[in-house]
């Protein structure tokens, strides 16, 4: 017993690794990916834990009480998530019905551990995410994962052992199960598809589970010796450092992004199997890994990481649609979440989990006596009860309501229209443009002044593109855009005003798309290089969607290369933590590129909040010409000829 107490301390330190990288993910969520890496560490301490739970009694009694486990689990994991279901289900009624939208379907489909399932019928898409519409919810597909492995792996773990009886079938078996999740994956990945089937698949991320239960067979702790020799000792301390820095080595890596092909060919397999082997190090009561990991605020950290994990979205998505202007206080509104995130853990851990994980009917009828004893003065009992109940009607009430509200479908507003009309018409027109470009033979540039004179003149004769002179244009500008050759690449925000772009700017080669980030957009330009599409000025709209590192930006730039212009339009995203990180970094990139210049959107922007749809990201019909006028404007006045 001392054994498996020594390793229950050190998992509880694994565990608060695995919640401080969830909390430093929301610090800082472009620098740090703890926040979908530290899904793997739980799920191989469940495989690991709960299979070598199994093959103790089997080998110590020849049967395993399924009955005894399922109540444990009961206790242990529902009493946190109905609270967490029906607390946001009355918040939702309350204060944020926006939400409210297949809230019944989301609070079932979790009770039945099968949300992950409803996830990838349901997912959110891009519009869903920019409207304000982000679930709280989102996070819990990892729950019914687990759930869906507490109940089918007891009887698969009875199976083999009945009928497999050898650790060594057992082990393979169990091998085989794992390797063919991984292939899974990584078969199922396709580039530039969404990846919902893949990421919460159980199937597809069953490899964690298995690796951890592959490690219980030839690893039980119940076997494990504690009497080393000092250089056994040394060598499993050094493997555990080793495996330590490896996680924290591919927690930081932008290559293990989930937006990237290698999280899905082998990364996630890769930290889970390194993971696995830092679980053993600290499995063993030789190692010193388990005294090391095993301190007050791990331990307080770790066996409240339940309900940090339960309460980290609905806490951040609901402070964060009450301030719109996160991009400004990044550091302060983030810090706030994770102190919130902490005290109703703290509360969740002492008022639910902890009582209901020893309830009985007995413990039931004393705390109902007390509360309901209405001449005793067991206020903190009342207060218990009188709050469960009012949350309980009005997260019903919620629940409820939940079918008869329609749900607004962002895909069909007309944002979604404009864009995907705008993409189409991209499409078209570029082959022209392209073919254009790859046809069009250098010639000396003609001098500005020659062209600003024949601009002047165009100006006073035939003016083009009127309507557009209040939005800030002059009519000198919109004839010298007449001539100006570019090619822009962008995200939602261009793609949003390509029509308004390509009108004012004929010549104008415009290839951008929803969801785009800077690193999965680099080889689109080398494909319009090779192509010999890519213009003298080149205009980029990136950035919307998160930050990049510099070494990306380096990199693009020197596909780019020096003697064409890039010209970057800077992002107004307020209600996006990286919309200062994006710019700082755009700026501090001017001095090291002479050939790049900064539209500076976002200063414009930041002024007139009625450009905007309720996004505050992605201007309207009206916001759009402004964005298109100031964009052109800028191009003609500093571009090249």
Known sequence: MKRKNRFITGYAGLRALAVIGVIVYHLNPNSFMGGYLGVPIFLVLSGYLVTDHMFHAYEERGRYDFKSFYLRRIKKLYPQMIALLWGCSAYILLFQQNLLAKLNQIVITNLLNVYNFWQIKNGQSYFERFASNESPFIHLWTMSIEGQFYIVWPLVIFLLV???KKKKIIFWTITALTLISALEMAILF???VDTSRIYYGTDTRFFSLGLGAMLAVFWPTWKL????????RRLLNIIGGVALIGILLMVTNPIFNPQKAFAYRGGMFLF?????ILVGVIAHPGSSWNRWLTNPVFNWIGSRSYGIYLYQFPIMIFFEDKVKDIADHVVLYHTIEVILILIIAELSYRFIEKPFGRIDWEKVHQFLTKALNFKAKRYQAKALLATGIIVFILGS???IKAPTVKAENPNHSELATQIKSNRNRQLKKNKKLIKEA????????TSKSALLKQAKQ?????????DFEKYGISQVDLQLAQKIQVTAIGDSVMAGSSQNMQKLMPHLIVDAAVSRQLGNTIPLFEQYKKKGALNDNVLIGLGTNGAFTPKELDQLMKIIGPKRHVFWINVHVPTRDWQDQVNNELNAATKKYPNLTIIKWHEVAASHPDWFYDDHTHPTTEGSKFYSAYVTKELVTKGKY
């Open 162 to 164: 009945r009928y497999a």
């Open 190 to 192: 396709k580039p530039g």
């Open 225 to 232: 010796n504690e009497h080393l020799d000092k250089g056994d």
């Open 272 to 276: 889970s199997f390194v993971t696995m």
């Open 397 to 399: 009430f919620g629940i």
């Open 438 to 445: 790859q046809s069009r033979k250098k010639a000396a540039p």
């Open 458 to 466: 165009l100006a006073a004769t035939k003016p083009v593109n009127k």
